[in-house]
T-cell receptor, first 113, second 115 residues
C-alpha cells in the first residue's frame, strides 16, 4: 500500500533562518506531488506541484521554493524565513487519474519567531 | 474555472443531532467531488468521493453526501453526531492543470459537537 511521510512534524525557527521540509512517498511510482499551506483562517493554499523529477510549478509568488530530486521525494525550502511563513504545511500526492484524488501527509507545523 | 463554496465557516450541533455541512461548486465539466476531514494538527483524510454512477455516496464514519447536478451541490450529512466528529471538513472539486488534474478546495467548515 501507498504511504506518505513528511518531516519534521514541528519546527520553530527564527526570522531569517533557512528552512527545509521533506516529503517522501512509498508504494507508488511517478506520483504527482503537492505542497499546501494552511494559515489561520485562510483555508488550504496550494504552493507548488510537480508532475515529474525536476518539474516544479508554483501557484503563488512567495519566499519559498520546492525541489523534486527523486521520483518520490519532494522538498520545500526557504533561504530566509519571514514571520508570514508560519503555518501548517501539508504534502500530498495523487496518481495519474482524472479524479485528482489527493492523499495527504501528517503535516508540519512551522512557527517563525 | 472550478470553484467551491462552503456555507458556514463554523457549525455547531448537539451530540445525536443531524449533521449537515453545505457545499456548492461550479464546474464547466462533469465534476469529481470530494469531502475531506481534518483533525487538529493532522493531515486531511478522505471521507468520501463522487466520480460517476450513484449520486448518493457513502463514506467512512457514517457520513454520506448526495451529488445534485441541478443544484450544483454536494452536501455532507450524518444522521447522528458523535463527539469524535468534531473536526474541520473540506469540500473539493477536480480541476485540470498543466499536466495533471488537481483539486480546488473550499475554505472549510469547522464542526463543533456539543455534549
Amino acid at each position: 500500500s501507498q504511504t506518505i511521510h513528511q518531516w519534521p512534524a514541528t519546527l520553530v525557527q527564527p526570522v531569517g533562518s533557512p528552512l527545509s521540509l521533506e516529503c517522501t512517498v512509498e508504494g507508488t511510482s511517478n506520483p504527482n506531488l503537492y505542497w499546501y499551506r494552511q494559515a489561520a483562517g485562510r483555508g488550504l493554499q496550494l504552493l507548488f506541484y510537480s508532475v515529474g523529477i525536476g518539474q516544479i510549478s508554483s501557484e503563488v509568488p512567495q519566499n519559498l521554493s520546492a525541489s523534486r530530486p527523486q521520483d518520490r521525494q519532494f522538498i520545500l525550502s526557504s533561504k530566509k524565513l519571514l514571520l508570514s511563513d508560519s503555518g501548517f504545511y501539508l504534502c500530498a500526492w495523487s496518481g495519474q487519474t482524472r479524479s485528482g484524488e489527493l492523499f495527504f501527509g501528517e503535516g508540519s507545523r512551522l512557527t517563525v519567531l | 474555472a472550478q470553484s467551491v463554496t462552503q456555507l458556514g465557516s463554523h457549525v455547531s450541533v448537539s451530540e445525536g443531532a443531524l449533521v449537515l455541512l453545505r457545499c456548492n461548486y461550479s464546474s464547466s465539466v462533469p465534476p469529481y467531488l470530494f469531502w475531506y476531514v481534518q483533525y487538529p494538527n493532522q493531515g486531511l483524510q478522505l471521507l468520501l468521493k463522487y466520480t460517476t454512477g450513484a449520486t448518493l455516496v457513502k463514506g467512512i464514519n457514517g457520513f454520506e453526501a448526495e451529488f445534485k447536478k441541478s443544484e450544483t451541490s454536494f452536501h455532507l450529512t450524518k444522521p447522528s453526531a458523535h463527539m469524535s466528529d468534531a473536526a474541520e471538513y473540506f469540500c473539493a472539486v477536480t480541476r485540470s492543470g498543466a499536466g495533471s488534474y488537481q483539486l480546488t478546495f473550499g475554505k472549510g467548515t469547522k464542526l463543533s459537537v456539543i455534549p
